[in-house]
């Protein structure tokens, strides 16, 4: 008998040999490797795999995951700086609280006669997205913003019958990576090239690029290097004068101070929910959004579900349910025309309890500390010796590029020193963006205080002599 299966396994269910060999006798068969004779033999590992023995107790377990999870350096003991797609920001406690009620947390894919109040709290938080957004429709959330930009694009190829897009070259590489992915096989993705100087997309070499192809263009606003772009207007009307849809990706948490796409012509707006109310966590407490106007063309072309409201067969009673179901893949599987999958439900509720308790003026408070903060953050760099913050001269939201070409120093370098000091510092663009040189995405927040960012500001002093 193998050593496996001498050992009974503490968390490996009827891993007892008694309780096996029953099991193995009920169904007729002699020995667990008839249950594999359709491997072929090359392919089957023919030793007892190197793990170590299972512990022995529920206790021991929970140290020896603990004693691994200290290795980590968090953002609660160390100053973050960085962004690029996953923010810090600070989360109410009752977003918490409303999250991890049971009928929340552990609802799946349910029905409301099981998943009390869940389809009016997606619909309250659909509504609050759209006053954000000043638009008419907003889905379920998707996975996170790759998956929406992508579902976007394969909207304006579907409304427009066209096959083509293109997107601005400062997009966030991972999301070109999904959008490419997702997208090549039915649309061919051209890039428009930014200016060098501003990082605003080059309009000239956006009307070059616009053919009869064009399904539209897809721009971010704050964009991945946390720039302003403020063409928006322009953009949209050169898209327009060749028939196509202009797709604009944004940071909902900079609606208190900006603009909504819609104002400067978007068609169609997506972006993620994690600044509202999410905590940062592995892989990141992201959640996607798409929103449009509320027109056949648009809503018809949504593959994830949308909530609305309407009356019930009881007199002056509404009810909550979902909007054009059939054209869902839930309803018509494999004709649909995109695969609905998981939604990230249970974020949308969380981020429409932050929603609902900042309030407009709330979001405009948070808009206009953010821009304060970063401003503050920028000024100061750019007075240390070889550094340039930032490096594109463009009004900026939360995100900036800070240069240390004329450093000496590699952005690798400074980062193992400022952790060092308990800080993280910028992301590295040196392999996103090579053209950039040897720079670093630094982002400021409402959670960091003038004593963190000068700070920072001092360890990079010393760091750089």
Known sequence: MKKSEKMV??????SAPKVKAKMLEEIG????DELYKDIPENLRLKKELDLPGALPSEYALKRHVEKILSKNKTCQENISFLGGGCWQHYVPAICDEINQRSEFLTAYAG???????RFQALFEYESLMA?????DVVN???YDWCQASATALRMAARITGRSEILISDTIS????LTINNYCVPVLAVKMVKHRPDTGLVDLDDLRAKMSRDTAGIYFENPSYLGFIEHQGKAISDIVYENGALSLVGVDPVSLGVMIPPSNYGADIVCGDIQGLGIHMNFGGGHAGFIASRDEERFVMEYPSRLFGITKTSVEGEYGFGDVAYDRTSFAVREEGKEFVGTHAALWGITAAVYLSLMGPKGMQELGKTIMQRSQYA???LAEIKGVKAPLFDSPHFKEFVVSFKDTGMTVEDINKSLLKQGIFGGKNLSGEFPELGNS????VTEVHTKEEIDRLVQALKDCLG
């Open 9 to 14: 396994h503490p968390y490996i269910p009827n």
């Open 29 to 32: 068969v002699k020995d667990i």
């Open 111 to 117: 029905e409301p006669y099981e998943d009390h109040g």
């Open 131 to 135: 006053e954000l957004l000043d638009m």
């Open 140 to 142: 379920v959330p998707t």
């Open 173 to 176: 590489p991972d999301r070109l």
């Open 378 to 380: 920028m000024k100061k």
């Open 440 to 443: 670093a995405l630094y982002c």
